[in-house]
Structure formats: structure tokens, C-alpha cells
């Protein structure tokens, strides 16, 4: 089966690159963004002519919005989407929370009063950064102090608020219901349908326990998921798993090449299993625990380093670690993929291969 290839066209690595932002988040349905600036690459890098100013220029004016929704991490989503996914998967995630909100003394009454002051203090088109918020809760003598977090997560989960512009460096929220106003409200059966139809659309070929790790829903739903559109979905056996996809991508003469991909970019934290890109040897090079996968240098689909960036006064230092030696053609195209990168930052390059 080509399932590296495809794979590579279906997240839009080796076919033609989406016109915008909010193009590719909507070919996904949903992309991991827990590291904000490598999230912004993510984008960027799927994107035709990016540059991190005009990625960020989408989330400031809300073409796409950063909130918790899948297995309660951040992601990038579009307006009109995170209604039906916030219903799908924010009332697991909440439940899912609730031992950890004991502990930290956030009963259901805290919680629902926190976001009935978070609603009423946003109303209006108002973007409020953290601090701001917490000065809210704290106006009400709701304590803040390490739990700030989880009422603000807690509160985009409910569908209360989300990301607003950037103020500076500082992120702001924003009333959901004001940035997404048209957002879509669906059936159970309706959203699990479309998040299948997503899911393999855009990271096929994958399995279904793959769609159960990167949604956090339990296996019953995801089969039902796939049940759901089964009849237009692609499959096939490989290694005795089954695989599904949706539809091919058409060719472009663009082929695989090599990209820079940031840390918790969705070619891996899409998979429960990763053996079709990583080397069981090198697994632990790229995520040695605690969840955290290292921005990584892919070639023809396959894990060939890891790479990190240094910004200086005049430019950026891309620094790559290969895992073995390098080919002379890998090196010309890490070479050129760093150029991509440099490009998209709006920065001279200083490239060093170690």
C-alpha cells in the first residue's frame, strides 16, 4: 500500500498548497497548536506564499481560532467548525477533568460562576488578556492563584470563550459566541460523520485506533464514526490492520522533498502509530517522553533528524541533527527547506548541519 505517499499528499506536504490559513485548517478539521509558533509553521508550511505575519494575521482576525478542544489541548480550528466539535468532545473532556478540579476546589458552582463573570466581562467585542481575566475572577474573590488555567480551559471547552487578537506577546480571549457567530451546530451522528470524513480525508491512510488516540473518543464511537461513512472511504489490509482514506490527492509533479516540521505537527501526532516514519531506533530521539515530540526534518515522508531555531538580531540559525549521514541530495534539500523557513519569518538563514 502507498501509505507514505498518500499521506503526505492528504496533509498537504507533496500535493499543491492551500491558498490560505483557514484553507488548511479546514482540510483538517482541527491541527494540534500546544506550541504556538511552530503551530504557526504548521500553517505556514501548508500554505502557498506564508509568512508568519500573514498566518498570525488570520488568528488576529479570526479566519482561524486557537482553543482546547481534542483530548483538551489547543488547537487550531475553523469559526465555523468548533461548534459541533466543542459539543462532540467537551462534555468527555470536562468529565474526564473532574478529579483534578476537586483537588484544586473547583466545584460545579465555581465553575459555572466563573464562566457566567468570564461572558459578562467579554461581552460586547472586548479582548481580555490572562491577567485581565484573572483580575475578573478575582473582582468576585474567586482565587486564581494555580487555577487559572483550568477555569479558562474549562470555559472554552463549554463553549464560553476563545482566542482573540494577540495584544503584543500576551494572548487575549474573546467571546465565542461574538467571534464565531455562525458557527455549526450538528447531530451526535453528524459531527462523528464529519470527523471521520475529516480525519481520513486529510491523514489518511490511518486506522481506527489512530482516529481514537488523536480524538480522545473511545473506540465504540470512532467505529460508529467510521460506520458512518464507511460506503466513502477507501480501504485496505496492511501489516493485518485496516486502513482507511478519503479520495486520492491529485498529482502535481511536486514531489515529496524535504520539509522542517514543528514540534507536534500533525504528519506525526496524527498516528497512534508512527512506524511508517520513524525507525523503531530513533523513537526515542524524537519523543522521549512526557508527550513532547521535537520539531523534526522529514525526507520523502521519513524522519531523517530533528531541527531547532535560534532568532538573532539580524536573521535566524537553523541547526539540524541528523540521525544518520546524510545523502548529498537530503543535504541540498535541508538545505532549501530551511531557506522555505527563513523565507516564511521574513529572515536571513544561517544553516548549520551537525
Known amino acids: 500500500m502507498k501509505l507514505v505517499p498518500r499521506r503526505l499528499q492528504h496533509q498537504l506536504l507533496s500535493r499543491k498548497r492551500a491558498s490560505s490559513p483557514s484553507e488548511v485548517v479546514s482540510w483538517f478539521g482541527a491541527m494540534q497548536a500546544q506550541d504556538y ?29 486557537r482553543t482546547h478542544g481534542f483530548r ?26 473532574a478529579s483534578r478540579f476537586r483537588e484544586m476546589g473547583l466545584d460545579a458552582k465555581t465553575l459555572e460562576r466563573s464562566c457566567e463573570l468570564f461572558a459578562d466581562a467579554l461581552r460586547g467585542g ?18 486564581t492563584a494555580g487555577r487559572l488555567s483550568h477555569l479558562l480551559i474549562h470555559a472554552e471547552l463549554r463553549g464560553v470563550l ?7 506577546k500576551q494572548t487575549t480571549s474573546v ?24 480525519y481520513f480525508r486529510s491523514r489518511g491512510p490511518a486506522t481506527e485506533r489512530d482516529l481514537a488516540w488523536w480524538s480522545g473518543l473511545p473506540l465504540r464511537d470512532v467505529r460508529e464514526a467510521i460506520e458512518l461513512v464507511e ?6 489490509l496492511f501489516d493485518g490492520q485496516r486502513y482507511f482514506w478519503l479520495g486520492d490527492a491529485p498529482a502535481t509533479g511536486r514531489g515529496a522533498g524535504v520539509h522542517l516540521l514543528p514540534a507536534f505537527d500533525e ?9 511508517a516514519c520513524i525507525e ?75
Open 37 to 65: 509558533l511552530g503551530a504557526l509553521w504548521a500553517l505556514g508550511s501548508r500554505t502557498a506564499r506564508a509568512r508568519e505575519r500573514t498566518v498570525q494575521a488570520a488568528l488576529d482576525e479570526g479566519s482561524v481560532i
Open 72 to 97: 483538551g489541548t489547543w488547537q487550531f480550528v475553523a469559526p465555523e467548525d468548533l461548534g459541533w466539535m466543542l459539543s462532540l468532545v467537551g462534555p468527555r473532556v470536562i468529565a474526564s477533568a
Open 126 to 143: 472586548k479582548e481580555l488578556t490572562r491577567a485581565e481575566m484573572s483580575a475578573v475572577l478575582l473582582g468576585q474573590r474567586i482565587k
Open 162 to 168: 476563545c482566542s482573540g487578537a494577540r495584544r503584543g
Open 175 to 198: 467571546l465565542l459566541s461574538e467571534r464565531a457567530p455562525k458557527t455549526r451546530a450538528l447531530t451526535r451522528e453528524q459531527a462523528l460523520a464529519e470527523l471521520a470524513r475529516r
Open 231 to 236: 460506503r466513502k472511504l477507501d480501504a485496505e
Open 267 to 275: 504528519y506525526l501526532v496524527a498516528y497512534q502509530d508512527r512506524s
Open 280 to 354: 523503531p531506533s530513533h523513537v526515542r530521539r524524537i519523543n522521549a517522553g512526557g508527550g513532547i515530540l521535537k520539531p523534526v526534518v522529514v525526507s520523502n515522508g521519513r524522519v531523517i533528524g530533528t531541527w531547532q531555531r535560534k532568532l538573532h538580531k539580524d536573521g535566524v540559525t537553523v541547526s539540524v541533527k541528523p540521525l544518520s549521514k546524510l545523502s548529498a541530495e537530503d543535504r541540498d534539500g535541508v538545505a532549501a527547506a530551511a531557506e522555505r523557513y527563513a523565507r516564511f519569518l521574513d529572515l536571513s538563514l544561517r544553516l548549520g548541519i551537525t
